[in-house]
């Protein structure tokens, strides 16, 4: 049982490279979703999708691109990276909406220097 | 808009001590949620979840939670702490945001005396 499968799980950037988080799940979840952990800040939604074709803005969506082509990848991309997005990243899937659970991917630590 | 304030970012407790974390939510639509625990340097795991059935939910290694809608609340309790109970708590809403996804409150880390 994969689940959700995040990669890299650790990564160094330089300010400006660019860079795409990769996320797989194979339950056949319509929905998923990139989260990004600060301290005292808990999770924050950055960009979601309720299917393949479609995607939406989070909360904090800017600096980054996602795409939905199939229903098992999520991909996140990082334009232009920033200190500022030193962070870690968490990729989430569920099956629809209402009570089902929410299952999280392992994490992407993620540095911008 | 929903939110989940979850006050106090940091709780000590003793070995043997009752645990309560506690978490107030806003939602607009009957809500759905969640607590998380992350240990170090991993990701999250559910530990339990209300949708809307017993107002008191029973989760993994002996948490618990009361839904209590007139005080907004879904506040964590353990009778007894363990050491292995040392990690952040997230609490969570789903329900009525954009997608039907999750809003976290901003953590609690339970520290655990011997």
């Known amino acids: 049982n994969a689940g959700v499968t995040q990669t890299p799980k650790f990564q160094v950037l330089k300010t400006g490279q660019s860079m795409t988080l990769q996320c797989a799940q194979d339950m056949n979840h319509e929905y998923m979703s990139w989260y990004r952990q600060d301290p005292g800040m808990g999770l924050r939604l950055i960009h979601y999708s309720v299917g393949a074709g479609i995607t939406d803005q989070g909360e904090v969506p800017n600096g980054y691109n996602v795409s939905r082509s199939t229903t098992e990848d999520f991909p996140l991309r990082l334009l232009s990276a920033a200190p500022s997005q030193t962070s870690v990243y968490f990729c989430?899937?569920?099956?629809?909406?209402?009570?089902?659970?929410?299952?999280f991917g392992e994490g992407s630590w993620l540095t911008v220097v | 808009a929903q939110s989940v304030t979850q006050l106090g970012s940091h709780v000590s407790v003793s070995e043997g001590a009752l645990v309560l974390l506690r978490c107030n939510y806003s939602s607009s639509v009957p809500p759905y949620l969640f607590w998380y625990v992350q240990y170090p340097n991993q990701g999250l795991q559910l530990l339990l979840k209300y949708t809307s059935a017993a107002t008191l939910v029973k989760g993994i290694n002996g948490f618990e939670a009361e839904f209590k809608k007139s005080e907004t609340s879904f506040h964590l309790t353990k009778p007894s702490a363990h050491m292995s109970d040392a990690a952040e708590y997230f609490c969570a809403v789903r329900g009525g945001n954009a997608g039907n996804m999750l809003t976290f409150g901003g953590g609690t880390r339970l520290m655990v005396k011997p």
């Open positions: 989430a899937s569920s099956p629809g909406q209402g009570w089902e659970g929410i299952y």
